[in-house]
């Protein structure tokens, strides 16, 4: 997850508890969201709890929501779609069951498609 004018976000270990790995800001800052050692068993477990982690710290430390959706401006979740874990934005829901944007992991290489002319973000 990349934040804007931020560096990135670190995997750090607890030392008084070298099996506790969570995810903080370059400052150290951290929101208490471990990757607990029995969790290690599953890799797509792994990648979402990481990836939850990272979700947490920034909006529990930077009252921020990451990552956004382009086209809504709405905080994302975590989805299973087909079997790829991913970010998924509710949408405007009229109508709609939201949709994926793109695989964690890979959603900086995601370019939104350009919007039919006339629609607007809400931040817009």
Known sequence: MTLPQRKPLQLM?????????????DNGEWHAT????????EPASVLATVA????????ECLWLARPLCPEHGL???LRDANG???WWCA???QGGDGHVLGDVGLLDMV?????PE???????
Do not use: C, F, W
């Open 52 to 59: 939850e982690a990272a979700q947490d710290t920034v909006t």
């Open 111 to 115: 370019v939104p498609a350009p919007r």
């Open 13 to 25: 270990i607890d030392p008084d508890q070298p099996e506790h790995v969570y995810v903080a800001m």
């Open 34 to 41: 471990y990757l607990l050692p029995d969790s290690t068993d």
């Open 118 to 124: 006339g629609k607007r973000n809400r931040a817009d």
């Open 75 to 77: 905080g994302m979740h």
């Open 84 to 86: 790829r874990l991913s």
């Open 91 to 93: 949408g405007d829901r």
